[in-house]
């Protein structure tokens, strides 16, 4: 089993829709938790962290479900800009990132 | 520029030769790590330092990979006796602690 698991999608969306992410981990010992955005052949660059009680950043929604051990990412009104494969990534020590979740926004 | 730097961008090369590349972290990280990534796959944990130690290297890494971080600055992966399958993304990214990581461009290897 993998350590982190995501669907890859993709998911295609229309401009302004609501999507959602889920991602899974194994180590019940992960210690923090982030999402990370990774544009076509481009290096990850951090999206937001995810902390326990959930937090949001303008469109951008992640919670943590330590009991189950998932994590998720809301986009609400989704813009074009937002088409990139989102990385679900854990700590356990050292960063583990998941496989991705390729979005794509279509107007 | 003060973020990670990685030199070369892309590297062509025969298979059976051995390649080195270099990332020059964010001066103040004590973290430096290497991922490799794949078309379609996250970045895959290679190993990582903190300052100088290297404190765990994958299992699914062979003994043809080593990376090593003179002086906690900057560091070096070498490949010996490259293989197609080696052929990928190499990514270094660096971090204070265990806050969040900046990455590098990476180093495009192509194995003919």
């Known amino acids: 089993r993998k350590e982190v698991e995501q669907d890859p999608g993709p998911f295609n969306v229309p401009e302004g829709a609501t999507v959602a992410f889920n991602c899974t981990y194994s180590?019940?010992?992960?210690?923090?938790f982030f999402w990370y955005r990774q544009d076509c052949r481009k290096e990850p660059k951090l999206l937001m962290s995810?902390?326990?009680s959930g937090n949001e950043d303008g469109r951008f929604t992640a919670q943590l479900n330590r009991a189950s051990q998932y994590i998720s990412l809301l986009i609400r009104d989704s813009k074009l800009s937002d088409s990139a494969t989102y990385l679900c990534?854990?700590?356990?020590?050292?960063?583990?990132f998941g496989t991705g979740t390729r979005l794509q926004v279509f107007p | 520029d003060t973020g990670v730097s990685q030199d070369p961008r892309h590297k062509i090369t025969k298979r059976g030769q051995n390649v080195t590349f270099r990332c020059d972290p964010i001066?103040?990280?004590?973290?430096l790590y290497w991922y490799r990534q794949t078309l379609g796959q996250g970045p895959e944990f290679l190993t990582y330092?903190?300052?100088?130690?290297?404190?765990?290297k994958s299992r699914l890494l062979s003994d043809r990979f080593s990376a090593e971080r003179p002086k906690g600055s900057f560091s070096t992966l070498e490949i010996q006796r490259t293989e197609q399958g080696d052929s990928a993304m190499y990514l270094c990214a660096s971090g204070q602690g265990q806050e969040k990581l900046f990455f590098g461009s990476g180093t495009q290897l192509s194995v003919l």
């Open positions: 330092f903190q300052n100088e130690a290297q404190l765990e």
């Open positions: 995810v902390y326990s």
């Open positions: 001066s103040e990280h004590n973290r």
């Open positions: 180590n019940s010992a992960s210690q923090s």
């Open positions: 990534v854990v700590n356990t020590d050292k960063l583990i």
